[in-house]
Structures are given as C-alpha cells and as structure tokens.
C-alpha cells in the first residue's frame, strides 16, 4: 500500500503558509490528511486524471518538465468538491514505486502568470531532494 510522507522542505512551506494564514494553512492540512487517509485517491496519485476524495476533486498531472527528464513527479491541483475555484497551492511530489511511497517535496502557491514548472529555485530544489532520496528513475 502506498504512503504519503512530507519532506522537511514541505512542512517548511507549510509553516510559511501558516504564518500568512491560519485558514490557507488549516485547509492544506485538512487536503493532506484525507488524502493520505483515502486509500482509493492514494492509489491514483501516479494517475494522470481527476480523482474524487470525500471533500476534493483531486486533479493529478505530471510535472511534465521533470517527466521529461525521467524524474517521477507529479503535481496536485485540488477543488472543493462540487466546485469550480481551485484550492490557491499546488502539491508537488515524486513517486517511489519500489517501497510504495510518495513524497512531498513542496507546496507552491498559485499564481496567476507564473508557471512552476520553469521555476529555476523551485526545480533545483525538487531535483536535490529526489537524488538525495535516491529515487528511481523513469525508463
């Protein structure tokens, strides 16, 4: 069965995000922690596709720029369940299929105009924590 675990570098994000708001900070925990506890939407986060979480519409893609470089990451992107607005943060992890695992790398604010995905910061940092982990790559 597969876990969800959250790197140091993501909890600092999320104490980031608490220090500007309480309720961003509380629903991001409130997301994380079904996610991990809902069996059916852990077994879809290598899944690219819309995944139904008792609260969320769990929206799963790769993080194309790291896929191409045979890096196994993915991205978050969730709604209230029912509606249109997008929880304002991105969820952005790897998958370790050998033990099962995913890992929160980060969790990045959205922002109108900025694409994380060619985020210099952003893709050495997840790049670092990846080859640290020892991560497989993608064949």
């Known amino acids: ?24 900070h509380a629903m991001l925990l409130f997301l994380l922690r079904e996610v991990r506890d809902d069996r059916a939407t852990l077994e879809h ?3 690219d596709g819309v995944w139904e979480s008792p609260s969320y519409d769990i929206d799963v893609t790769p993080f194309a720029y790291m ?10 992107k969730a709604y209230e ?15 370790d299929n050998v033990r099962q695992d995913y890992h929160l790398f980060a969790i990045m604010k959205r922002e109108d105009g900025k ?14 924590i990846y080859l640290d982990l020892g991560l497989p790559f993608k064949g």
């Open 1 to 24: 069965m597969f876990n969800l675990s959250v790197r140091p570098e993501a909890a600092k994000d999320l104490e980031a995000i608490k220090a500007k708001s309480r309720d961003d």
């Open 45 to 47: 986060l290598a899944d």
């Open 67 to 76: 896929q191409k470089r045979h890096f196994d990451m993915w991205r978050i």
């Open 81 to 95: 369940f029912g509606k249109k607005v997008p929880v304002p943060y991105r969820l952005i992890y790897a998958v």
């Open 115 to 128: 694409d994380y995905e060619n985020d210099p910061a952003l893709v050495e940092r997840i790049r670092r």
